[in-house]
């Protein structure tokens, strides 16, 4: 699940806000579950980047969820491959 980090202009609180898929937040307006508002500033952290030579075995389900609805079919055919051969050693 995408989890998004926020600031409450209202009540200057910082928020997590997940949605099932990217798409869900996407078409979304997020408000603030403290006051309703939806003067919502997006908090922008750290932005992991996938690299070549990732260890998909040690992913949270999150992460290779992430992977999936992504839109790199090489990085799925790696997370894939690796979980076969993962599969295959036990």
Do not use: K, N
């Amino acid at each position: 699940m995408p989890d998004y980090d926020f600031h409450c202009e209202d009540c200057d609180r910082r928020l997590l806000l997940r949605w099932r898929r990217i798409a869900d937040y996407a078409a979304a307006t997020p408000v603030c579950p403290h006051c309703g508002s939806d003067a919502l500033t997006r908090l922008i952290g750290a932005v992991g980047v996938a690299r070549g030579g990732r260890d998909y075995a040690s992913m949270s389900s999150g992460d290779m969820l992430s992977v999936l609805e992504g839109e790199d079919p090489g990085e799925m055919q790696e997370l894939q491959r690796q979980v076969y051969e993962g599969a295959d050693q036990e």
